[in-house]
């Protein structure tokens, strides 16, 4: 993840129809010394009007307005301020006004009553490319994106759909973006010039239909582009002599693929339980991966799935299948 730029000040601009509220958040901007109060707006008419002659760093806004709605000002933020990030504080903490305020452009999401250290070290995250949400509501954005109709329903149409389905690697590119990554840490990740990276990206936006990084995930997940999964346990008691045998062959010399043909037929395991007892006995993700396309006869797709499942992070199962 990116970090602030040394001795730059970053200029906010607060949104909130509450004076009480409005001067707590001012406060904590001011006590910020990379931070500076730019301006301040209780209502959507004069917040819409200095954001059209004045371009801020950091947009933190309400969603409740008495003269509008706080996703107007995100959405004209973000078609005025290509570069400013934008994070919502708000009373508000359904899973309609969090999912909503994503879809506009908002790169962070608080309620009103976090603390005072939490809000300022939140706005430091989202400067440094960071998504900071309020756990209370997290699992409203969780259950969005794990309804398995929704996700399987529209990745049903990109599989369908040439144009619109991610290569593999637009898809490394868009795992990277959403865990905050910059363009020059994508790009030293995977070992290519940080303009190939913007490529890839304008290829994302182009094929989601979207202008932000924050749309492009939210986009990607709901299109069944981006999973979010947890890791599973590790080989399980019953399979411990598995994963004896895998090291005893692996420590004699015998080649990953090998080991892999002994666990496939000598105890019927499939790709899961095959790469799981490899990952136990300390076998690297490319050699996992290539074993396992050797011996299973699986898409690229479905081998990932399986290596994110036994506990390998995305970066390691996609940078293994892309070799």
Same mark, same amino acid.
């Given at each position: 993840?990116?970090?602030?730029?040394?001795?730059k000040i970053?200029?906010?601009?607060?949104?909130?129809?509450d004076?009480?509220?409005? #001067? @707590?958040? +001012?406060?904590v901007?001011?006590?910020?010394?990379h931070l *500076?109060l $730019?301006?301040m707006?209780m209502?959507?008419?004069?917040?819409?009007a200095?954001?059209?002659?004045?371009?801020?760093? &950091?947009?933190l806004?309400?969603?409740?307005?008495?003269?509008?709605?706080?996703?107007?000002?995100?959405?004209?933020?973000? %078609?005025?301020?290509e570069?400013?990030?934008?994070?919502?504080?708000?009373?508000?903490?359904?899973?309609n006004?969090?999912?909503e305020a994503?879809?506009?452009?908002a /790169?962070?999401?608080?309620?009103?009553? *976090?603390?005072h250290?939490?809000?300022?070290?939140?706005? =430091?995250q989202l400067?440094?490319?960071?998504?900071p949400?309020?756990? +209370?509501?997290?699992r409203y954005?969780l259950?969005?994106f794990k309804n398995?109709e929704?996700? +399987?329903?529209?990745?049903?149409?990109?599989?369908?759909?040439?144009?619109?389905?991610l290569?593999?690697? *637009?898809? $490394?590119?868009?795992?990277?973006?959403?865990r905050g990554?910059?363009?020059?840490?994508?790009?030293?990740s995977?070992?290519i010039?940080?303009?190939?990276?913007?490529?890839?990206? !304008? @290829?994302?936006y182009?094929k989601l239909?979207?202008?932000?990084r924050?749309?492009? &995930?939210?986009?990607?997940?709901?299109?069944?582009?981006l999973?979010? @999964?947890? =890791? %599973?346990?590790?080989?399980?008691?019953?399979?411990?002599?598995a994963?004896q &045998?895998?090291?005893?062959?692996?420590a004699g010399?015998?080649r990953?693929?090998?080991v892999m043909?002994?666990?496939?037929l000598a105890y019927?395991f499939?790709?899961?339980?095959?790469? @799981?007892?490899?990952r136990?006995?300390? #076998?690297?993700a490319?050699?996992?991966?290539? +074993?396992? !396309?050797?011996c299973?006869?699986?898409e690229d797709?479905?081998l990932?799935?399986a290596?994110?499942?036994? /506990?390998f992070?995305?970066e390691?199962a996609l #940078?293994a $299948?892309? /070799?």
């Open positions: 993840m990116q970090t602030l730029a040394p001795h970053y200029n906010v601009f607060l949104v909130e129809d004076n009480g509220t409005l #001067q @707590r958040l +001012a406060e901007v001011r006590d910020e010394p *500076e $730019m301006g707006a209502n959507f008419s004069d917040a819409s200095w954001l059209a002659r004045n371009s801020p760093d &950091v947009l806004t309400d969603l409740g307005l008495p003269d509008g709605h706080g996703q107007q000002l995100i959405r004209q933020t973000r %078609a005025q301020h570069h400013a990030e934008i994070m919502v504080v708000s009373r508000f903490g359904d899973e006004s969090v999912v994503i879809k506009a452009g /790169g962070g999401y608080l309620l009103k009553d *976090e603390s250290a939490h809000i300022a070290d939140s706005i =430091s400067l440094q490319g960071g998504s949400i309020s756990p +209370a509501i997290a954005i259950d969005f398995d929704i996700s +399987a329903s529209h990745a049903d149409a990109v599989e369908d759909d040439p144009e619109v389905a290569t593999p690697k *637009e898809k $490394m590119v868009l795992q990277y973006i959403s990554y910059s363009n020059k840490e994508i790009a030293r995977l070992e010039s940080p303009h190939t990276v913007a490529s890839h990206i !304008k @290829r994302i182009r239909e979207v202008n932000s924050n749309e492009a &995930v939210f986009e990607g997940w709901r299109m069944g582009q999973s979010i @999964r947890q =890791s %599973a346990p590790s080989v399980s008691h019953g399979n411990k002599d994963q &045998v895998a090291e005893a062959l692996l010399g015998k990953c693929v090998d043909d002994v666990l496939q019927q499939d790709v899961v339980a095959v790469m @799981r007892a490899m136990q006995a300390g #076998q690297p490319d050699e996992i991966f290539s +074993a396992a !396309k050797t299973f006869s699986l797709k479905q990932v799935e290596m994110l499942s036994v /506990g992070s995305h390691e #940078q $299948m892309l /070799g």
